[in-house]
């Protein structure tokens, strides 16, 4: 009989360590799903970047084919405005972009340092 009490004695010891086991794997889990979220948002906004750096090449492309066609080069066409205000644009939104990548990267340094 006094080894089915050791028993008991034993399983209430196991079953505080697997409680405690479960609520450590739960933590774990949690901050790695954040680090997770962290690093897809980042990479969202390097893909976001990349994008922007596309279409102002095909601006530039633009650009450069609507002033070979214009007849007078000093005197800027309406459609070649739009094409430079709209790299303009880019540029800025591309600047604010870059400004969100640095500050996420600087966010996770500070937090594992």
Known sequence: MKSHIDFKKEWEKTKK????????????AKKGEKEIAKITHQ??????STAM???????YY???????KSRNPA????????FVEEVKKLEREQKNL??????????NVKKKS
Do not use: C, M, W
């Open 17 to 28: 360590k697997l409680i405690e086991f479960s609520k450590e794997a739960s933590e774990i």
């Open 43 to 48: 990479s969202k906004l390097h893909l976001d």
């Open 53 to 59: 750096n596309l279409k102002k090449e095909k601006l």
């Open 62 to 68: 633009q650009i450069g084919k609507e002033y070979a």
């Open 75 to 82: 005197k800027p066409t309406v459609k070649l405005q739009n």
């Open 98 to 107: 870059k400004r969100k990548i640095k500050g996420g990267t600087r966010k």
